[in-house]
C-alpha cells in the first residue's frame, strides 16, 4: 500500500500546522527528516530537515508505530509552525520519497476503516463531530463516533444469529436429546420484541435528523405581512430583503442559526396571494411545499386575518400576529403578537421555539438513525424479521433465511457487509488530511 501525507490542521497560515504521514514508508520519513525516532507516542524537539540537510523548521515529531494508531498503519505527524512556505517545502520533500503520495479526501479515515480501527457508523460519527455547529450536534456526534450506534446494531445481529442457530439446530438435530423441540417460545417471542424495537428505533429518526440537519421552521403569510422582517430579526442579519413592494420574496430564503444549542434552519417564503405572475406562482407553490415538509410553520398575519392554506398534514401551525404594534389588531388569543420594528415579543417567540424544540427533539438521540442509508436498511432488517415471525405456516428454512437477511441488512449499516458502493460517498466527506 502507498504511503499518503497531508496537512491535517486545517486552513494557512496558522499558528501550528500538522502534516501527517500513514503507510509503510512513515518510518522512513521520519528517520530521512528528523534524524532519528521519538519514543512511541512520544513529542520530541526537533530540528526538520530536507534530504540535502537543510533546515526547514523547528517542530515536533511524533511516532505511532503500528497496529497502535489511529489508521492502524504506522503513521508519522510532524507539527511545525503554520506558515505556507513551511508546510509547502515540507509537503515538496515527501513527494520525493518513493511510493508517497498525496492523501484524498477523508483517506486516513478510510484505511482505519479497512484496518478494523472503527465501523462505518463511528466513521460517520466523527465525519459529523468535525462539521458539527451546534452544542447538540456535538453531543449526538461524539457519541455516535464513540460506538452508540454500533452497539445497538451489533446487539441486533447478536440476536438474530442467535435465534438462527436455535432453529437450524432443531433442523439438523431434531433426534438429539438436548435439543428443543420447539423453538417457538424462545426465539419466535424474541424476534417479535426485536421488530417492535426496531419500529421504534424508525419511529425516532425524525428526531435524530433534526438534530444532525438541523430543525426545519418555515415562515408563511400574505404579501407584506412581515416574514422577511422577522427572519432578519431572528437572524440578526440582513438575510432577505424587506421591502413594501408586494410580491418581493419570490424563492425559498434560509437562515441557519442556534437555538437552544440546536441547530435550526428558518426559511423565508414568497408570499401566499392569488396571483398572475407566473414566477410568483411558482414561488407560491414553493412555500407551500416547503412548509408541508417543514417541522415547525410560522403563520404570519400583520392583523390576525389568517388567510386559508391547505392542509399541512402533521406539520404544526403556529399563528403569529407579525404587527402587534398596529392597534385595534385583533386576533386568537392562542396567538402571539410580536413586533420587528419594536422588537417586541421576540424574546418569547424564542422562548416558546426553545421549548418547543426540547420536546420535539428531546435529550437522547445518540442511538437513533441520523442518515438515510441508517434508515433504508433498518426498514429492510425489520421486513425480513417481520417475513420470519409473523408466518408461521413457512417452512423452518425460509424462517431462518429471512432471519439471515435481516441481519445482512444490519451488517451493511456498520460495514460488515456489500458497502463498496457507500464508501467513497462517506469518506469523500471528510476534509483532506482526515
Known sequence: METIYALSSGGLPSGVAVVRVSGPGAGDAVKALSGSFPEAREAALRSIRSRNDMEIDRGLVLWFPGPGSFTGEDVAEFHLHGGRAVVDRLLEELSGFDGFRLAEAGEFSKRAFANGKFDLTEAEGLADLIASQTEAQRILALSQASGALKGVYEGWQKRLLHARAMIEAEIDFTDEEDVPGSVSDRVWQDMSALADEMRRHLAGADRARAVRDGFRIVIIGAPNAGKSSLLNALAGSDVAIVSDIPGTTRDAVESRLSIGGQLVVITDTAGIRDAGDAIETEGIRRALVKAGEADLVLHLSPDGSWEAI?????????RIVSKGDIKNAGFDSD??????????GLDELLNRLGSHLADSVGNDVSSLPTRQRHIENV?????GLRNATENGTMPLELRAESLRLSAYSLGRITGQFGVEDVLGVIFSEFCIGK
Not at 310 to 318: A, M, S, Y
Not at 379 to 383: E, P
Open 310 to 318: 391547505e392542509d399541512l398534514g402533521d406539520v404544526p401551525v403556529w
Open 335 to 344: 396567538a402571539l403578537s410580536i413586533s420587528v420594528r419594536q422588537d417586541d
Open 379 to 383: 426498514r429492510s432488517a425489520l421486513s
